[in-house]
Nanobody, 114 residues
Framework: EVQLVESGGGLVEPGGSLRLSCATSGFAFSVNTMTWVRQAPGKGLEWVASIYRDYTTNYANSVKGRFTISRDNGQSMVLLQMHSLKPEDTAVYYC????????RGQGTQVTVSS
């Protein structure tokens, strides 16, 4: 059974930082592309970033230069380091096995507000 468990969300002021973690099990982590998606209040799922089996990465323009996705194949974990957070980054963040977010965890809430 595939399990994806996100953690690390919270309330942060604009300009602040957070690091999200996703612990996984039940599939061959090291050969899978891993993705972070998010859903802001009242909006659909938005792709944020992906990391491929060869460790190459890709980012949405809205987060490029501020967010960094990484993976730890030994721990079967994917991370999202977020800097210079903005109010528009407020969303539930999910790690996912696919860019559309079809197979994702339960999510972790990130709120950026003063």
């Amino acid at each position: 059974e595939v399990q994806l468990v996100e953690s690390g969300g919270g309330l942060v002021e604009p300009g602040g930082s957070l690091r999200l973690s996703c612990a996984t099990s039940g599939f061959a982590f090291s050969v899978n592309t891993m993705t972070w998606v998010r859903q802001a209040p009242g909006k659909g799922l938005e792709w944020v970033a992906s990391i491929y089996r060869d460790y190459t990465t890709n980012y949405a323009n809205s987060v490029k230069g501020r967010f960094t996705i990484s993976r730890d194949n030994g721990q079967s974990m994917v991370l999202l380091q977020m800097h210079s957070l903005k109010p528009e980054d407020t969303a539930v963040y999910y790690c996912s096995l696919d860019p559309s977010g079809t197979t994702r965890g339960q999510g972790t809430q990130v709120t950026v507000s003063s």
